[in-house]
């Protein structure tokens, strides 16, 4: 079946605009998360949702970031005001509830702030 | 609190030598899952390997082992007779159980340049 969706693929943008990013996870997948990878970095942890509870947005490095997901699938990330160092890949994944199911990432977006 | 600790940055291997990528862990959880992401030049990521925590019996593929100790916490990935296309970045995650909030937590990556 189809993985991972974003789009887009590659987003350049001027500083001090608005973003948003789209994330459509695999099909009766429950969880979903967000994380950021700049370049030549590890991954970091953005926000997860599973399910109908709340959000954890523990991750998001400012009040800039904020992600919705509706109906349970799609999810929007969304950049405010955006500042050079918010270029990096943002990468989405989505997991079944499953134990011991694996993340299935998708190609992510690459964000560069001008 | 959960960790996961790759202490190997960066690793350089000659074509056909064998590579061990080191991966440590720390939790508190009894059931907990570990895994292996392979991130090549082109970006995705790509899901290699799961095992359970009551399960520690090593696993071949092909030219992968993963060797997972309970006792050392660590889990850790042999290539053996590396080729150039496994150069790439390799992840090592460690997940809970569902519904205990963030699931997955990835150590920081071992970058491996397999030299022809």
């Known amino acids: 079946g189809a993985g991972v969706s974003q789009s887009p693929s590659n987003k350049v943008t001027e500083k001090g605009k608005d973003v948003e990013l789209r994330c459509d996870p695999i099909?009766?997948?429950?969880?979903l998360y967000w994380y950021r990878q700049s370049l030549g970095q590890g991954l970091e942890f953005l926000i997860y949702?599973?399910?109908?509870?709340?959000?954890?947005k523990s991750g998001l490095p400012s009040d800039r970031f904020s992600a919705e997901r509706t109906g349970g699938s799609v999810s929007t990330l969304t950049i405010q005001r955006t500042q050079q160092e918010d270029s990096a890949v943002y990468l989405c994944?989505?997991?079944?509830?499953?134990?011991?199911?694996?993340?299935?990432f998708g190609n992510g977006t690459r964000l560069t702030v001008t | 609190a959960q960790k996961v600790t790759q202490a190997q940055t960066e690793i350089s291997v000659v074509e056909k030598e064998d590579v061990t990528l080191d991966c440590v862990y720390e939790t508190r959880d009894t059931t907990y899952y570990l895994f292996w992401y392979k991130q090549p030049p082109s970006g995705e990521l790509v899901f290699l390997i799961r095992r359970n925590s009551f399960d520690e019996q090593n696993e071949i593929s092909g030219r992968y082992s993963w060797n997972f100790q309970k006792s050392t916490s660590s889990f850790n990935f042999t290539i053996t007779a590396s080729q150039v296309v496994d150069s790439a970045v390799y992840f090592c995650?460690?997940?809970?159980?569902?519904?205990?909030?963030?699931?997955?937590?990835f150590g920081t990556g071992t970058s491996l340049t397999v030299i022809p």
């Open positions: 949702f599973q399910g109908n509870s709340a959000p954890d």
């Open positions: 994944a989505s997991s079944s509830l499953w134990d011991n199911s694996p993340l299935h």
């Open positions: 099909s009766g997948h429950t969880a």
């Open positions: 995650a460690l997940g809970r159980r569902p519904n205990t909030g963030n699931q997955f937590y």
